[in-house]
């Protein structure tokens, strides 16, 4: 069974930094497309950035602020945020799948959800 847990998430003022951490167990992420996408409230979730063997994929919204890589060893995927915008405040969930998922920017590729961290951007 998989299953992915997202930590890291909490309250930065604009322009602050944070680091997401997504852990998997029962596949190992290597071998797949991993993402995260985000969530604010009342809108659909969106793509922020993946990761395909060396490959990475990043949205425009946040493409040069934030920066997805792979930790093989720990079979852990992490989003490294900076330079924070009120709109980046979301859910931020990770997600995994398989072939379908290859370089998608759709979550109805992805088979595996973690549960979100929240990410709070405010003064």
């Known amino acids: 069974q998989v299953q992915l847990a997202e930590s890291g998430g909490g309250l930065v003022q604009p322009g602050g930094s944070l680091r997401l951490s997504c852990a998997a167990s029962?596949?190992?992420?290597?071998?797949?497309?991993t993402a995260w996408f985000r969530q604010a409230p009342g809108q659909e979730r969106e793509f922020v950035a993946s990761?395909?063997?060396?490959?990475?994929v990043y949205a425009v919204s946040v493409k040069d602020r934030f920066t997805i890589s792979r930790d093989s060893g720990k079979n852990t995927v992490t989003l490294q945020m900076s330079s924070l915008k009120f709109e980046d405040t979301a859910v931020y969930y990770c997600a995994t799948g398989g072939p379908r998922a290859t370089g998608s920017r759709s979550p109805e590729a992805y088979s595996y959800w973690g549960q979100g961290t929240q990410v709070t951007v405010s003064s």
């Open positions: 029962g596949r190992t992420l290597e071998t797949y497309t």
């Open positions: 990761v395909t063997n060396s490959i990475t």
